[in-house]
């Protein structure tokens, strides 16, 4: 079975451009929160559930990003999520967002966000289900 | 003692425009609520421990506005708040919203909240500190 | 050729909570925009095009909300849109916001907006394909 | 005459936290942008006569940040910017973030942004007010 990136597709709000009239460069960083939360959708319950019952979060440690190509209202982006690493508490996610409509890189995102209790907000060791969903998506 | 509306003022944010260049209409409502929490910070913790430690707040049961003209970047805000009226549970808070350089009325917002008990989201009677501090802003 | 109201889905998203740790209210009148936008989408070139080519909007010059319930992380909802007036310029829209997994009715919100040149940012009259669009949402 | 920091203030807003109940990862790099933005305020027209006369903006070509401890809402931080580095169209930013209270160091973050003409989205040469009121902020 082979591995594979984790797709997802964001539609440009009318409400995420700025006063330059491109897309805020904060927005990236939220659709590539929202596109692990759906990559986390096959657990049990899903991110939904990790976070209101089991009381764990993956709140970021590390986010670098660049940016290659501005967005404008009307633009959609696909974003491909790969695993690159998975540490004894951290996992570093890939984001690779292009375009839809000509497929052109608009920007490379990193993050790397630690398995956290959110009662105590320290780090706990990587769950199994987790570490199996993630598996899934590092590159060969 | 005379009553006096609050003063609250706001400067537009590079990202609070939307596609058509306007600050989008949303914002309006935060701006409005931001109000309302600075006008009781003069509670004892503000309107931080009412929400953290008392575990109270003020949800909006009720919200109408009305927009009068658009609001770009680079603009400021006067928002002047008033009481309309204290209820058992719930307020009504008046907000008129003018451009900071010409005192252009922008918007009037009005917003009906109820004092909640968070953990489990019933109303609760106004508190006493809650009334007083409001009653203030009832204009006569 | 029978009425019907539009259909619009919503997953409440993981920053889109306030600190009291229910959906942040003035979130729902963005749901609503994104509810009308998504309706557009029959438009030729859809709300983008209106608003990018042709510079027409369509901003909020009275909107209301009535809340009945909290939304939660991990909740969904569905939108419901009708129209309830056309006029020379003027929609009046009416949103009814359910909770998807039970039904419930979290909230009520309407929006008066006003076809506008962004430009000059005046009303100008309703479009002939806005106006055919609109009809087939008024309920009979 | 002493090269000096710029800093800037933000009180953590009630809906700037998300569903672990700390402040979402991506409000810190909309708070860089802000004191990016007070700090050009020294220019003639500020940030905003740049953007909306000049038609000159900063738009991000990369970020990256590091978290150190989570905040939540109540907490105020104090955030020092400085400038690493002044290129051709580009500039680095450093912002230390700490919580007012107590200074504890809860992020640290680099933008770095380049000049663009806003209509051809294209790098131009730093202008010469950007630099002089940049360098002020080089340390030494």
Known sequence: LSAAPFRYVHE???D???AAGVVYFARFFGWCHDAM???LAELE???QRLVSERSLGLPAAHVEADFAAPLRFGDSVRIEVTVER???SSVTL???IERARDSLSVATVRHVVVLTDLAAFRPVPMTDDLRILLAKHIPE
């Open 16 to 18: 995420e451009v700025d």
């Open 86 to 88: 998975i540490g004894e």
């Open 37 to 39: 939360a759906a990559m």
């Open 12 to 14: 440009v709000r009318f």
């Open 94 to 96: 890939l984001f690779r």
């Open 45 to 47: 319950g899903g991110y």
